[in-house]
């Protein structure tokens, strides 16, 4: 198995079981998805969130009227191009944001407590700003699409 296989999968994995322990907030994994992609970027429009998430500005409308509805993400039109809608993530959003992060981080922060020695505890933090330079990584470099 090659090093690229094995990092891959382990990651799968551990999103995998991160999954499982997030609270059950009546939203879709998508949903939630794009909440947190509103909280990263602050204001931004549909548009722009579909670049980022790598879907069509259509597949995210049912989503971004759902968010609104629950009173999760605000919409407003921009005030120099009335035609462009804005979209920003309300307080409620973060609160449900901050809770869902919490239990997770609780859940990964006791298993590794419990399962991993000290050295692989350490291992693990060194490793975390590595992976996370990885995921934001803009480089299309050594896709099958170059």
Not at 53 to 74: C, F, H, K, M, P
Not at 81 to 109: F, M, N, V
Request: zero cysteines; aromatic letters at 2%.
């Amino acid at each position: 198995m090659s090093a690229a296989t094995e990092l891959r999968e382990s990651i799968v994995a551990v999103n995998q079981q991160m999954r499982r322990h997030r609270p059950d907030h009546g939203l879709t994994l998508s949903q939630m998805q794009l909440l947190a992609e509103v909280s990263r970027t602050g204001v931004t429009t549909p548009a722009e969130l579909s670049v980022r998430l790598g879907v069509r500005v259509q597949s995210l409308t049912d989503s971004i009227n759902a968010l609104e509805s629950r009173g999760l993400i605000a919409r407003r039109p921009d005030e120099i191009d009335r035609r462009r809608q804005l979209i920003e993530i309300t307080s409620e959003g973060a609160q449900l944001l901050d809770a869902d992060r919490a239990e997770r981080d609780a859940w990964l922060h006791a298993t590794m407590r419990d399962n991993l020695s000290q050295l692989e505890f350490d291992l693990v933090m060194l490793v975390a700003p590595v992976l996370r330079k990885l995921a934001y990584a803009d480089s299309k470099a050594g896709t099958l699409t170059e």
